[in-house]
């Protein structure tokens, strides 16, 4: 077998969890993925230092890193903040937007088209303008806005098919027509910065499920997700087990997926456990939130319309504290996942097959199959990077 790369080390997906393996690349697609005894061709001898390699991650959910905001409209800082998390080993991305002007939302969305047009991410997540007021995090509430369906479909006409999901407040008067409206558009409803009750969020998640499954036009996966769990939502009491509890109980039963910003910050890493325990590693999505301060210094920066200071790797809102997303890459998340008790296989799941199946590319991204385009995250034993492939290509480590 003549092959243009193959690596040898343990390889970890959901798929697979095989000690010795061989990854052979071909025409920038995975050739082989499986056993060093069952590959079909010269052995590559074992690295020195022993690799693990894993397939590209893929994140739902971030603003922005290496300085650049996907909300602040510059073109080239989006791409440059794109190609930092592809040699992060994040692969394949949305670009999430927080809440904006509509003008300011329109242009966006327009402007992250192209990138999705080259290749750069995957499509956009707009997180916002129809979020609850009393829970609305580091979204400025003065753009806060009730659903709007010709605002929708303005904002779909911009995106041009590249918006991939859209965070909405389950309890706002229109919320569930608008789950039916970007279903219908191949668009992923998200419960998220929300103050609906239990019955509430379920209703929502089960019309998501419903309407994402019957739709006909175009598709990506077929479950809603919830925007980073516990996260501007009301806690989990037992009295009053609001959007929580119903997210859990959608995931468990595998209707719905659940983003966990699993980065030591925004959530206990028992609570990382927890539901990994609870609703298993196949209804959950690893995802950042990072923004612009990934891969940078301390310092303030933005985040929409806000100023956000990060002091010690935390953002938070200037003057109110909110915390301001994250500011970690999804790698850095899978690892700390791992640290708190998750199975490496688990993570990597939750990281990769998870999220790809929600955007409906289950084919083209998050595992190691033959066939698949060849993203792969090469680590050592301590799970540090040590190379990252892109469509078969090494990607250069910026920053």
Same mark, same amino acid.
């Given at each position: 077998?003549?092959?243009e790369?193959?690596?040898?080390?343990q390889?970890?997906?959901a798929?697979?969890?095989?000690?010795?393996?061989?990854?052979?690349?071909?025409?920038?697609?995975?050739?082989?993925?499986?056993?060093?005894?069952r590959?079909?061709?010269?052995?590559?001898?074992p690295?020195?230092?022993p690799?693990?390699?894993?397939?590209?991650?893929?994140?739902?959910?971030?603003?922005g890193?290496?300085g650049?905001?996907?909300?602040?409209?510059?073109?080239?800082?989006?791409?440059?903040?794109?190609?930092y998390?592809h040699s992060?080993g994040?692969?394949t991305?949305?670009?999430?937007?927080?809440?904006?002007?509509?003008?300011?939302l329109v242009?966006?969305?327009?402007?992250?088209?192209?990138l999705a047009?080259?290749g750069?991410?995957a499509?956009?997540?707009l997180?916002?303008?129809?979020?609850?007021g009393?829970?609305?995090?580091?979204?400025?509430?003065?753009?806060?806005?009730?659903p709007?369906?010709?605002?929708?479909?303005?904002?779909?006409a911009?995106?041009?098919g590249?918006?991939a999901?859209?965070?909405?407040?389950a309890?706002?008067?229109g919320?569930?027509e608008?789950?039916?409206q970007?279903?219908a558009?191949?668009?992923v409803p998200s419960?998220?910065h929300?103050?609906?009750d239990h019955?509430?969020?379920?209703?929502?998640?089960?019309?998501?499920?419903?309407?994402?499954?019957?739709?006909?036009?175009p598709?990506?996966?077929?479950?809603?997700?919830?925007?980073?769990?516990?996260?501007?939502?009301?806690?989990?009491?037992?009295r +009053?087990?609001? &959007?929580?509890s119903?997210s859990?109980?959608?995931?468990? %039963? $595998?209707?719905a997926?659940?983003?966990?910003? !699993? #980065?030591?910050?925004?959530?206990?890493?028992?609570?990382?456990?927890?539901?990994?325990?609870?609703?298993?590693?196949?209804?959950?999505?690893l995802?950042?939130?990072?923004?612009?301060?990934?891969?940078m210094d301390?310092g303030?920066?933005?985040?929409?319309?806000?100023s956000?200071?990060?002091?010690?790797?935390?953002?938070r809102?200037?003057?109110t504290?909110?915390?301001?997303?994250?500011?970690?890459?999804?790698?850095d998340?899978?690892?700390?996942?791992?640290?708190?008790g998750?199975?490496?296989?688990?993570?990597?799941?939750a990281? +990769?097959a998870? &999220?790809?199946?929600?955007l409906?590319?289950?084919?083209? %991204? $998050?595992?190691?199959?033959?066939?698949?385009p !060849? #993203?792969?995250?090469?680590l050592?034993?301590?799970?540090?990077?040590?190379?990252?492939?892109?469509?078969g290509?090494?990607?250069?480590v910026?920053?």
């Open positions: 077998m003549d092959r790369l193959v690596l040898r080390g390889i970890v997906s798929t697979l969890d095989i000690p010795d393996g061989v990854l052979a690349v071909d025409g920038g697609l995975v050739a082989f993925a499986g056993p060093a005894s590959f079909p061709g010269v052995l590559p001898k690295a020195p230092a690799r693990i390699l894993l397939p590209g991650l893929v994140d739902l959910h971030c603003h890193a290496y650049s905001d996907f909300s602040a409209g510059d073109s080239e800082g989006a791409a440059r903040a794109a190609r998390l992060r994040t692969t991305l949305l670009a999430s937007l927080v809440t904006g002007a509509p003008a300011d242009r966006n969305l327009r402007m992250l088209k192209e047009g080259q750069l991410v499509g956009s997540h997180e916002g303008p129809f979020l609850s009393r829970q609305h995090g580091a979204h400025d509430p003065a753009l806060l806005l009730s709007d369906p010709e605002l929708v479909a303005e904002l779909l911009a995106a041009g590249s918006l999901s859209m965070t909405l407040a309890e706002l008067p919320a569930l608008l789950a039916d970007l279903s558009h191949g668009v419960l998220g929300t103050a609906a019955p509430g969020a379920a209703a929502f998640l089960s019309r998501a499920a419903a309407a994402l499954s019957s739709a006909v036009g598709k990506r996966g077929t479950r809603p997700t919830v925007t980073h769990l516990f996260n501007a939502m009301p806690p989990l009491h037992h +009053s087990p609001g &959007p929580v119903a859990l109980s959608a995931a468990r %039963a $595998g209707k997926v659940v983003e966990l910003i !699993a #980065d030591d910050v925004h959530l206990a890493p028992e609570t990382v456990k927890l539901v990994f325990d609870l609703v298993g590693a196949g209804n959950i999505a995802v950042t939130d990072s923004m612009a301060a990934t891969g301390d303030h920066y933005r985040l929409g319309s806000l956000v200071t990060v002091s010690t790797g935390v953002a809102v200037e003057g504290g909110a915390v301001a997303g994250g500011t970690s890459t999804l790698l998340v899978v690892r700390s996942t791992v640290s708190a998750v199975p490496l296989q688990d993570a990597v799941t990281a +990769s998870v &999220p790809a199946s929600v409906g590319l289950s084919g083209q %991204a $998050g595992d190691l199959r033959a066939g698949m !060849a #993203d792969v995250v090469m050592d034993q301590d799970l540090k990077l040590a190379g990252v492939l892109r469509r290509a090494w990607v250069g910026t920053g």
